[in-house]
């Protein structure tokens, strides 16, 4: 029948106005002989508008008329419908929800009579009520048809507003365990034989452990199997196997019906490559020996549902004091939160913004966190021990773990999360935690949870809101508590234990953790806005301690930077407001001694830390540091108190240069760590190299104004050598140089000499005054004739004494010569009188090879502390920093009269210039580029670790877990880390046989 224009134009407007889409296939769907009797019956329209999509629930009506089994059938359908509102709701909001099971209903046309009945017993069904519903199902295809039928009456209840988030998720995980339960039964009516030999139990784990199962999940076990009594346990394990197996072929294979859902049983120990079914003292023993953190977190939900419950029942009870002992193990929380951190890096990066579970701010952060809090305190409060996520949040609550307001938003936050997953899931019935981006999904979704008024948008602005509290309160709910307990701070709630207190700061990490309790105390106390800022700073600044290797250091170095700024204004707000800035300093003061110390000594320089003008972390050229230091050498009164000026810039500076290295090492949420560590290395070397040519220069023109005011009567330059003239020092290398000078026109040169002489010892007894920063030592060792020459000489005699004196090691030693501070003119002539020396003409001679390696071999003979570990020893072991160095300079000497790019004191840029002139393999140079960068780093991290130079790894545990955390490995991966620099230092110590010692193969 086709409607007249008048009254289509009317049905049109109400269409639209009861939020129809298409409006005009609704019409044509309208004037179907199906719906003839409900064409003019306005409860329709508005039963239709009630609907998550009315286009969706009108086709699904007309399909499901279409498919009844004749007119009688279409009419009690229609009767029903136009008679029970109930019937109305549930089917129309099915309907409009879900074309997965509109497509069931078509198959099955009479399944909707499932919906008819509406008494109290009905609204809650629990196992036993599926289990009926699914007694008549003998096999796979009846069992997916009794099962979609049944969770037909869940998502009516659902989608209508009968039952909320945690009793429909209940609901399907007690349908589950109804479904497999007749899964069991269908197998072991297959094979009597085997179910005569065994005893097994199905253990839930997972969502349907815990009560809270999706729509469309994985439904994750475990198996357990016993010997009847009599039987042979071998026989009896594989007999439960074969059962087991064919149970989950029931549940997971596809039918003409469709799936149930795949049953992985993946949690078990050793995972898909273990057993399928243990024995229960089988299960105990890997637990108790190989057992990871995260099996024991997944056995929080373990729960027995199918199959011998007694024995399900027996395994549990086995497993559950293993689980709250789990937070005793070492390394509890750093590896329940690296599994948190490596969940989020696999999500592909096209997707992270829009997932519902793993994403931050999403279901996982909340479930983990509640499960952390669970493992560490249910060991002792009993009732913390559900395995359903809310329900245990509310006990967090109730016990004081978790302050109320905070548990309120995240169980509000949880449930919008998990209906907007439900619904996205119940469309089709596919497993996926995706957020739709087609905007017909979306307004589904958004209409679905009654976000009726823009649904499209209101569903973005509350999932973001909601991830936005999720991940807020993730990073806040396992520390927050401590500052309640120790601040008293959760007025009229219970608190947080002093003993439950202490019992977290253990599991996080602390070794000390009555002193880091006092320390809370003394940060966060208190009424004034400074305790209440720190309020809000500390729980995430716990974490980042945590994080580390020290986090007793990191709280004590935030408490002493805190009293020495505390009244400064700018000091917490900076921490507040600007980003990089807390995470900065965490990572900094828990990276080791020498940052905090030089921190300590000069708090001010925390706002380098922020992300504002004040230059952040980006190192200073030497320009800009030789000028800053030169101004405040002109304003002091006297070289001494010039020499503490250029200190003081030392000081700042050298903590800049350790903190961009802690956090280029490290990385933090804003700035991950860097990726390339041989530009890092060679940032901190320059900027290093950089400060200490300042230094100098500063000092330098400090004893000049005093002793002549300026007016000395030499010219004085001052020739960096080794690490330092290859701008490669480390924080604790002395720096190495040489003194020239040339008498001006007219002075007598022993006048002059006399001059330079008294500079050279001034400089060097004013450098030498003690101090508690980190030393500035001047070595001059490397001079004609060694300690025995004069520490300074003038050009002349430099000239006269290379021409005639000198020896191949001093050739050696002046290819990383550079002038790095005074008079610029004459250091370009010294340049220019040794580079006949270090880039001979004729190359070497053999025996100036030879006389190179004897060298080598007696410094390293010489130099290697009695006792130390030569494999590990990253200066002089083999594959170490003398053996990348030796190696390249040989290089020079041989070939940088020939090739220019070899003209360089940098050892790794030489060492590209030789790989460019075919000197050396690229996998050789890439061989040796490795083990040096690998090596500065080791003996960087131990002066940051340590606030003392060394060579070696260091020995205390703690140390050594510090220095593995800034090379990239985490709690409990020290042995890789030595393991790692082992095979490394091997790999290049092959490569210098064969270019330094001439080994033929290696």
């Not at 508005?46 to 086709?59: I, V």
């Not at 952390?372 to 060991?379: A, F, K, M, P, S």
């Not at 010294?830 to 580079?835: E, P, R, V």
Request: hydrophobic fraction near 45%.
């Amino acid at each position: 029948m086709t409607a007249v224009p008048g009254r289509r134009s009317s049905t049109f407007t109400r269409l639209l106005r009861h939020g129809f889409t298409d409006a005009s296939a609704a019409e044509r769907l309208l004037d179907s002989p199906e719906l003839a009797p409900l064409r003019d019956d306005p409860v329709l329209l508005e039963a239709l508008g009630a609907t998550a999509d009315p286009d969706l629930a009108l086709l699904g009506l007309v399909r499901l008329l279409e498919a009844q089994h004749g007119p009688g059938a279409r009419r009690e359908l229609l009767d029903t419908l136009i008679s029970s509102k109930p019937l109305r709701d549930r089917l129309l909001g099915v309907l409009g929800a879900s074309t997965a099971l509109a497509d069931h209903l078509t198959r099955h046309p009479d399944d909707w009579q499932a919906l008819v009945m509406y008494e109290a017993y009905d609204l809650h069904p629990g196992v036993e009520e599926f289990e009926a519903g699914l007694a008549e199902a003998t096999d796979p295809v009846s069992l997916r048809v009794a099962y979609r039928r049944c969770l037909l009456s869940i998502a009516a209840r659902d989608v209508c507003g009968t039952t909320g988030l945690a009793e429909s998720a209940a609901e399907l995980a007690d349908l589950a365990t109804a479904t497999l339960r007749a899964a069991l039964g269908i197998a072991e009516a297959a094979a009597p034989e085997d179910a005569a030999l065994c005893r097994l139990a199905v253990i839930a784990m997972g969502k349907c452990g815990g009560h809270e199962l999706n729509y469309v999940s994985d439904v994750d076990v475990i198996f357990v199997g016993e010997a009847t009594e009599g039987a042979d346990e071998t026989k009896a394990v594989r007999a439960a196997t074969r059962l087991a197996s064919h149970m989950m072929r029931i549940c997971s294979e596809t039918t003409v019906e469709g799936s149930i859902w795949p049953v992985d049983a993946n949690l078990r120990p050793e995972g898909r490559n273990g057993p399928l079914v243990r024995t229960v003292s089988s299960h105990l023993a890997y637990y108790q020996r190989w057992a990871k953190t995260w099996e024991f977190q997944a056995l929080l939900k373990a729960r027995p549902v199918a199959g011998d419950l007694d024995l399900g029942a027996e395994y549990v009870a086995a497993v559950q004091p293993l689980v709250w002992k789990a937070a005793e193990r070492e390394n509890f929380v750093p590896d329940v939160q690296k599994m948190r951190r490596r969940v989020v890096e696999n999500i592909p990066v096209g997707e992270v913004d829009r997932q519902l579970k793993l994403g931050p701010g999403g279901l996982r952060d909340v479930e983990f966190a509640v499960q952390l809090l669970q493992l560490v305190h249910g060991r002792a409060d009993t009732s913390l021990r559900s395995g359903t996520t809310l329900d245990a949040l509310a006990a967090l609550a109730a016990g004081g773990y978790v302050g109320r307001a905070d548990a309120a938003q995240l169980d509000e936050a949880y449930r919008f999360l998990r209906s907007m997953e439900h619904r996205i899931q119940l469309f089709r019935l596919r497993r996926t935690h995706l957020v739709p981006e087609d905007e017909a999904e979306l307004r589904r979704i958004g209409r679905s949870l009654g976000l009726r008024a823009d649904p499209v948008a209101d569903l973005h602005r509350e999932w973001r809101r909601h991830a936005g509290v999720v991940r807020r309160l993730h990073e806040k709910l396992f520390y927050r508590p401590l500052l309640d307990a120790v601040a008293q701070l959760a007025t009229g709630e219970a608190r947080l234990s002093t003993e439950a207190a202490r019992e977290r700061m253990v599991a996080l990490g602390y070794a000390d953790p009555a002193s880091a309790l006092r320390h809370l105390e003394a940060l966060a106390s208190g009424v004034t806005r400074k305790a209440a800022i720190q309020r809000t700073l500390l729980p995430v600044l716990l974490g980042w301690f945590a994080d580390s290797a020290d986090p007793d250091a990191g709280l004590l170095g935030f408490r002493k930077v805190s009293d020495a700024l505390g009244k400064t204004p700018w000091y917490l707000r900076l921490l507040r407001d600007e980003g990089a800035a807390a995470q900065n300093l965490a990572r900094v003061l828990s990276a080791g001694r020498l940052a905090p110390d030089l921190l300590m000594r000069a708090p001010e320089a925390v706002a380098l830390l922020g992300d504002g003008d004040g230059g952040g972390l980006e190192p200073r050229s030497r320009a800009h540091l030789e000028q800053e230091i030169l101004a405040a050498v002109r304003r002091a009164d006297g070289a001494a108190q010039a020499v503490t000026a250029a200190r003081g810039v030392r000081r700042r500076e050298l903590f800049r240069t350790a903190a961009v290295d802690i956090v280029g090492s490290y990385g933090t949420e804003e700035q991950p760590a860097e990726a390339d560590q041989g530009a890092l290395v060679d940032r901190v070397g320059a900027a290093v190299s950089d400060l200490t040519a300042a230094t100098l220069a500063g000092t330098l023109r400090a004893v000049v104004r005093d002793g002549w005011g300026d007016d000395l009567p030499t010219r004085f330059a001052i020739i960096g050598m080794g690490r330092f003239g290859g701008h490669e020092l480390g924080y604790g290398s002395d720096a190495d140089v040489l003194f020239v000078h040339e008498p001006r026109e007219g002075v007598d040169e022993r006048e002059a000499s006399r001059a330079a002489n008294k500079v050279v010892s001034e400089m060097r007894r004013l450098l030498q005054i003690p101090s508690a920063d980190p030393p500035l030592l001047i070595d001059a060792d490397l001079r004609p004739e060694g300690k025995s020459g004069p520490l300074v000489r003038t050009l002349t005699s430099y000239e006269a004494y290379y021409r005639r004196w000198a020896l191949t090691w001093e050739s050696h030693a002046l290819l990383r010569a550079e002038p790095v501070a005074g008079d610029e003119d004459l250091g370009r002539r010294f340049m220019d009188l040794i580079d006949p020396l270090r880039y001979p003409a004729d190359g070497l001679t053999d025996e100036a090879v030879r006389e190179i390696r004897r060298l080598k071999a007696r410094m390293e003979s010489e130099r290697l502390p009695r006792g130390a570990d030569p494999k590990l020893h990253a200066k002089l072991g083999p594959g170490g920093l003398s053996d990348v160095e030796w190696t390249v300079q040989l290089m020079q000497l041989r070939h940088g009269s020939t090739e220019p790019g070899l003209r360089t004191t940098r050892t790794r840029e030489a060492l590209a210039a030789a790989r460019t002139a075919g000197l050396i393999t690229d996998e050789d140079a890439a061989t040796l580029d490795e083990a040096w960068v690998l090596a500065t780093r080791v003996r960087n991290a131990v002066m940051l670790v340590r606030g003392r130079a060394a060579d070696t790894f260091p020995t205390e545990p703690r140390e050594l877990a510090a220095v593995g955390r800034y090379l990239g490995y985490g709690p409990g991966h020290a042995g890789d880390m030595l393991d790692a620099y082992r095979r490394t230092a091997r790999r290049a110590r092959g490569v210098v046989e064969q270019l330094f010692y001439g080994i033929a193969e290696r």
